[in-house]
């Protein structure tokens, strides 16, 4: 299998993208290690991922913002190696630029840029010794402005950035860094923030008029994306910020 026996980091892993990967990488022979905030989350991926017959999965409950070095260390301890980290875990908060606080600020960049270049760092010496990779999630909103949405926005564009100096900066140690820039994507995201059944079916069915090919995305969309950069298919590709986003950029949707 494509990832037989490669042992992947991927954050975020509890729910959504980084779940979906998570199970994806699993049944394409990789040794997972899943980290999330959500004990109960993460047992039912790992559950999930058990009763499809994949590998066994290694699941950290931490939070990237304080726990990088034990992630890695502890992912090495289990596994004596690393070979690709998938830079998932990432916050928004939806809010006008007059009505936001440093505090704010400082959540969503500490998670969704500090902590990447922190586990980056960290994984790097490990990935070197595999000719590992690296892919972050990052988002269109980075390439686009959102309303209400800025400092997150500014927050991916920043990922966007270290991505391409990362593969520029780690292409001599043999490590491949890219990312997948996913568009709107149908998560749990939407029954946490509070929606309702009815609304999240009127606001999917709104949303997926404005893309080019007729609706928003799925996790599986971009955990498929994840897992060929992550690839040996992908073996020459570095610095790359891949668009998943159902035409949504190209076609003005935002």
């Known amino acids: 299998m494509e990832f037989n026996d490669k042992v992947i980091i991927i954050s975020g892993a509890s729910s959504g993208i980084g779940a979906e990967t998570a199970r994806l990488l699993s049944s394409m022979g990789g040794r ?4 999330g905030r959500n004990q109960e989350r993460l047992n039912n991926v790992v559950a999930d991922i058990i009763k499809a017959g994949s590998p066994t999965p290694h699941a950290i409950v931490a939070d990237v913002t304080k726990d990088c070095q034990r992630i890695v260390d502890e992912t090495i301890s289990h596994y004596g190696k690393l070979d690709v980290l998938v830079n998932n875990a990432g916050i928004n908060i ?8 440093t505090l704010q600020y400082e959540q ?9 270049i922190t586990l980056t760092k960290l994984c790097v010496p490990h990935l070197e010794k595999t000719n590992g990779n690296i892919v972050n999630v990052s988002s269109i909103c980075g390439m686009v402005p959102v309303y209400s949405s800025t400092f997150y926005s500014m927050s991916k564009a920043a990922l966007d950035q270290f991505t391409q ?26 029954e946490t923030v509070g929606m309702s059944p009815d609304e999240i079916k009127t606001f999917i ?18 955990s498929r994306c994840i897992a060929f950069l ?15 986003d ?3 950029v190209s076609a003005a949707a935002y």
């Open 94 to 101: 939806e809010i006008p630029i007059m009505d936001a606080t």
């Open 246 to 248: 159902g035409g949504a």
């Open 205 to 222: 069915e709104e949303n997926g008029k404005k893309y080019p090919v007729g609706r928003i995305g799925r996790v599986s969309d971009i």
């Open 165 to 190: 100096c990362a593969a520029n900066e780690f292409g001599r140690k043999h490590i491949r860094v890219n990312s997948v820039n996913p568009g709107l994507i149908e998560t749990p995201i939407f």
């Open 32 to 35: 997972v290690v899943l980290v």
């Open 108 to 116: 969503i960049f500490d998670t969704n840029v500090k902590s990447v």
């Open 230 to 244: 992550a690839s040996e298919r992908a073996e020459f590709i570095t610095g790359t910020l891949l668009k998943c």
